[in-house]
């Protein structure tokens, strides 16, 4: 592994490299915050795939493309005097002192749960931090984790089950809502409420468990990928169309991918 020094040089050559290329390339000098927005989110969700597979060389990669983005915006920022890099680094730096004051103050942390609950009350002491609980979290999330991150803060104030095991009734119930709804004349918006509600307490559910709830459905996403394109593979193999394929031949197929994987 590289010395600090290393590693600071190579902070630098990056900014050195920024700064050249937002001067001399069309590309690169056109961009606004705006502009770079997008590319932002789908560079994030190439890490997190990267992440997923634990693929360590592309980690690598994908974790420099949302670097330079970083760089990007203090570079931005640098030019309408607003901010620049080394502001971006001491408020994080501030903000990460302020919110351990188990490490840098007088308090104690005897576990991971304790340092998550000062985290949470520190946050809403700071001069621009959260003002309610539920406000630190980001409203474009994306619907699955954002339930996660709304419970977890709830959790640390103290709103959550006395017993994870009392989950199960509250799952029970918005199931058997959604049920008792579905059942009734077509109606499409108290369908899609109880609907909501019942993935709600199933998010619930996982989080009392200790499950991420988001990585759990993505490994279902891929599992799914990966014997849905056997099926595919075997019946083109066998000279058959999906589309005239009958279920049970569908699913003779999908069971032997099924079994590929348990070997």
């Not at 890490?47 to 990669?61: Q, S």
């Not at 970083?70 to 001491?90: P, R, T």
């Not at 501030?94 to 004051?101: A, E, Q």
Request: glycine share 4%; proline share 2%.
């Amino acid at each position: 592994m590289h010395t600090k020094e290393e590693k600071m040089q190579a902070f630098g050559r990056l900014l050195d490299v920024l700064d050249e290329l937002r001067e001399k390339c069309p590309w690169d000098h056109k961009q606004t915050n705006e502009s770079l927005r997008p590319n932002t989110i789908e560079e994030t969700f190439e890490l997190c795939d990267a992440l997923l597979r634990h693929d360590t060389h592309n980690i690598c990669k994908e974790l420099g493309d949302v670097l330079l983005h970083v760089c990007f915006y203090a570079k931005i920022g640098s030019e309408e005097g607003a901010f620049d890099i080394a502001d971006v680094c001491n408020r994080l730096c501030d903000k990460l002192i302020f919110r351990h004051p188990h490490v840098y103050g007088e308090a104690v942390a005897k576990n991971a749960e304790d340092v998550v609950k000062t985290w949470e009350q520190v946050k809403l002491m700071e001069k621009d931090g959260n003002k309610t609980v539920l406000s630190g979290v980001p409203q474009s999330l994306p619907s699955l984790i954002k339930a996660y991150r709304i419970q977890d803060k709830a959790r640390n104030v103290g709103f959550d089950w006395d017993k994870k095991e009392d989950v199960w009734d509250k799952v029970r119930e918005e199931l058997a809502e959604l049920e008792a709804e579905l059942s009734k004349e077509d109606n499409q918006e108290a369908r899609t409420a109880e609907f909501g509600d019942f993935i709600f307490s199933l998010i619930n559910a996982a989080r009392l468990y200790h499950i991420n709830p988001d990585n759990a459905l993505e490994h279902t996403n891929q599992k799914f990928i990966r014997r849905f394109n056997y099926v595919e593979a075997k019946a083109k193999e066998k000279g058959l169309n999906l589309q005239d394929m009958t279920l049970a031949q569908m699913d003779a197929l999908w069971n032997e991918a099924k079994g590929l994987e348990s070997r």
